[in-house]
Nanobody, 127 residues
Framework: VQLQASGGGVVQAGDSLRLACAAS????????MAWFRQIPGKEREFVSY?????????????YYGDSVKGRFTMSRDDAKNTVYLQMNSLKLEDTAVYYC????????????????WGQGTQVTVSS
């Protein structure tokens, strides 16, 4: 599984940015996908994850970390093997390297349970 994150950049507080993560994998639609972020010297922080509920026929759920809830929206396009992270109302404290991650089994918000990672994309929010 190869993941390629893109879309990072330098923006001002209050601006929006959309990250994308393209996956090179078979059966992309079956993978649990997630976004995490990390500031140097700090532990990787959960941002959001997408998971199917009781099998795909039952729908899906997307979970968000408390610090981004209401501002960030995760989505996926299985036809393009891509997940997105729409980030609105960006704050200075959103500055970090953002990583996408994938797992074949449920992994939740625990970054240690995701075996596949993209290279990260830097998001810098300035005042």
């Amino acid at each position: 599984v190869q993941l390629q994150a893109s879309g990072g950049g330098v923006v001002q507080a209050g601006d929006s940015l959309r990250l994308a993560c393209a996956a090179s994998v078979r059966s992309f639609s079956s993978y649990v996908m997630a976004w995490f972020r990390q500031i140097p010297g700090k532990e990787r922080e959960f941002v959001s994850y997408f998971t199917w509920t009781d099998g795909r026929s039952s729908g899906f759920k997307i979970y968000y970390g408390d610090s981004v809830k209401g501002r960030f929206t995760m989505s996926r396009d299985d036809a393009k093997n891509t997940v997105y992270l729409q980030m609105n109302s960006l704050k200075l404290e959103d500055t970090a390297v953002y990583y996408c991650a994938a797992a074949e089994l449920y992994a939740g918000a625990d970054h240690t349970k995701y075996p596949f990672w993209g290279q990260g994309t830097q998001v810098t929010v300035s005042s």
